[in-house]
């Protein structure tokens, strides 16, 4: 059982998982590798999973016996999206890598990684979307002023209209929001709802009144999943009855969630919501 990883979104279909861009030359050339997820130019990208990819770059070596050249320089750029001028919306990027080398020589050439989750300029514009665990940096090309309501780690971008720097509490390994996430519900709050935009999962977008941030929509069903499995059962029954009145819940989990009206302990409202989603399933549940 578990949950897709990787999904196309709408205007783009070639989202890719554990992708692997790579330049590898020889004579001291320049090996310039850009976008080991997508190599996306101009478009929309919209409720896309782009997730372990990696932008790989070597420059040529350019030594023979005792006599050298200058190394050839090794460019890795975006190691999940490579994006100078699209539109990137409401996606996940999460656990991509770049990483280039400079070839042997004299001098060698020079190393340059850089935008390991996105690599951007200016003119890209990056709304709803999470940016999280790249290596080893976040976000690359982009000074913040077309980034917003997104969540992006080492508090890149942070404090800019509407931008956090806050885990987003994923149900690894599926980068499924847990109940207790800070994207949910922290989305743009001037995002137009349409019934036929869908997350990863084949959920509607918007749900709750306010669209979250990442690629996936958090519906109220998932308010009782626990332990993310995909579906409410008796798992998830055993952390309710794990808190049940012993514990003073308090924010920001309250008891795991199972504190729904955040009352400060789990008693019979929250053991009636709880019945409500009994055996509620996701849309990517499988037996």
């Known amino acids: 059982m578990q949950r897709p990883t990787c999904k196309g979104g709408e205007e783009v279909p070639d989202v890719r998982e554990d992708g692997v861009g790579s330049g590898n030359t020889g004579g001291g050339s320049v090996a310039t590798t850009m976008g080991g997820g997508i190599y996306a130019p101009s478009g929309t990208l919209r409720s896309n999973l782009v997730v372990g990819n990696q932008a790989l770059a070597e420059g040529g070596n350019a030594c023979w016996m005792f006599d050298c050249a200058p190394g050839g320089d090794g460019i890795a750029q975006g190691g999940g999206i490579y994006a100078p001028e699209a539109m990137l919306v409401s996606n996940t990027v999460g656990h991509n890598m770049v990483q280039g080398h400079g070839g042997y020589g004299e001098p060698v050439g020079v190393s340059i990684s850089e935008g390991a989750g996105i690599y951007a300029d200016g003119d890209t514009m990056i709304n709803n979307t999470i940016v999280w665990d790249n290596s080893p940096d976040q976000l690359a090309g982009q000074n913040c002023n077309n980034v917003t309501y997104c969540d992006i780690g080492d508090s890149v971008c942070s404090g800019q209209i509407g931008n956090i720097s806050a885990a987003p509490c ?118």
């Open 170 to 287: 994923f149900a690894d390994p599926n980068y499924h929001l847990q109940c207790s996430s800070p994207c949910i519900d922290t989305g743009d709050p001037n995002y137009p709802e349409d019934s036929n935009e869908y997350d990863i999962d084949g959920d509607t977008r918007i749900i709750g009144g306010r669209i979250d941030i990442g690629a996936d929509e958090y519906t109220f069903g998932e308010l009782s999943d626990f332990s993310g499995n995909g579906i409410v059962n008796f798992e998830d029954f055993a952390v309710l009855a794990y808190y049940w009145q012993d514990y003073v819940c308090e924010e920001p989990d309250w008891c795991e969630g199972c504190d729904y009206d955040e009352s400060g302990i789990v008693d019979h409202d929250d053991l009636r919501r709880f019945a409500e989603n009994w055996l509620w399933k996701a849309s990517w549940y499988e037996y």
